[in-house]
Every structure is written in C-alpha cells, then in structure tokens.
C-alpha cells in the first residue's frame, strides 16, 4: 500500500516549546519534503531530503530544521515554537528526480 | 525565479455544468506542469500531469488541462462538473528537478 502517514494530526503547543512533526513512507522514496500550507499562500517548502542525511533548505527554512536517519522516515524540528508558526504542514515523498509527490495528510499545528 | 499564478481563489459551478480553473506559469524554459486536488482534511493528490509533447493531457476523473506556450498558460477543464469534485485545486510548475513551485490554489464549490 503506497502511504505517506504523518503523526500526529492535530497538536496544540505553547510558544517557546520544543515540536516534533514526524513522517513515514513505505514506498522506498529517495526523496522528501516538508511543506507548509497557509490561506492565500498555498505551498511553500521548508526543507527537501536527497536520501539519508542528505538535506537542504527549501524557500522558508528559518525557525526549523529536519532530520533523516533512515530513508522511510523524515522529521520537522521546531526549536521554541513562534506563533507564526501555526500553520498546516505537508509531508510529501517522491522518487528522485520525478516530480509526482505523494502527499501524507498534514499536521494542523496551533502555537499559542 | 519561477512563479506560478492562479487568478481565481474561489470559484463556484453548477453541478452538471463545465468547468475551467485557470493556471499561468512564468519558467522561460521548457515546463513540467502539473494539477493537484486536495479533498477537505487531506493531502494533495495528483490529478495530471504535463511534460513535452501533447498540449492536451488526461487526468483522472474526467479531468483534462491545456498547454499553452504563448499563453503561458496551463488551465484545467471538466466537460460535466461531479458534487464529489468540491476541493481546492493547485497548479504547480517543475523543471524535471526537485522543487515544485506550488499556486495559491483555487477552492472550487459545486451547486447542487
């Protein structure tokens, strides 16, 4: 079953705190990406993995950082959480080099 | 840098009724386009796709959208609009590498 999943779904934290968005995949991608979502800005990337600790900054990669240890598995670091980071954030993977992503179904994130 | 531009960020259409969600891309070189659907809390899904050759592709559901190059412009069409087809709808830009350049997104609502 091709599936991006991405824990948790729904999580509230106060300003100054530590969070950790997590993503797996179980179809072998290379690649994958961390994406936010906000009203009237559609998608922007915050960071793309090449494969195992191999990362880079994506368009709006301030306030966070990601970590890949093993090729299924992505993570989204935010170190003392900002209110303007309230947003939803999109896992996607894909194969290297094909621009077909596959999309987890997001982490709606509220910083208070 | 590479922009993609979806004018219209809602639009309503009669069931039953035709359907054109408008897509302008401004890469200079040769495009990857691509249209992505996203149903209410989920990710995004890819509907079709664009790469070099026949201005006219096919997606799933009944979906097609259009090359333009003098245009420049990619837009989206359905000959008979579904109530199930109400989601937001995303145009995105690639150039065969890694990164998408997503749209803003177009929320379409279907009248029953």
């Known amino acids: 079953d091709m599936k991006v999943t991405q824990m948790p779904r729904y999580l509230i934290k106060r300003m100054g705190e530590n969070v950790l968005l997590e993503c797996g995949q179980d179809m072998s991608h290379e690649t994958m990406y961390w994406y936010r979502q906000d009203p009237g800005l559609g998608l922007q990337l915050i960071y793309i993995s090449y494969d195992v600790d191999s990362n880079s900054e994506g368009d709006i990669p301030k306030g966070y950082r990601v970590s890949r240890k093993k090729r299924e598995h992505f993570s989204l670091i935010l170190d003392s959480a900002k209110t303007n980071q309230t947003s939803v954030y999109f896992c996607?993977?894909?194969?290297?080099?094909?621009?077909?992503?596959?999309f987890g179904a997001g982490t709606r994130l509220s910083v208070l | 840098a590479q922009s993609v531009t979806q004018p219209d960020a809602r639009v309503t259409v009669s069931e039953g009724a035709s359907l054109q969600l408008r897509c302008k891309y401004s890469y200079f070189g040769t495009p990857y386009l691509f249209w992505y659907v996203q149903y209410p809390r989920q990710g995004l899904q890819l509907l079709l796709k664009?790469?070099?050759?026949?201005?006219v592709v096919q997606g799933v559901n009944g979906f097609e959208a259009e090359f333009s190059k003098s245009n420049s412009s990619f837009h989206l069409r359905k000959a008979s609009v579904h109530w199930s087809d109400w989601a937001v709808y995303f145009c995105a830009e690639g150039n065969m590498g890694y990164k998408l350049t997503f749209g803003t997104g177009t929320s379409l609502l279907v009248d029953p």
């Open positions: 996607a993977s894909s194969f290297t080099g094909e621009n077909t992503l596959y």
């Open positions: 664009y790469y070099p050759g026949d201005p």
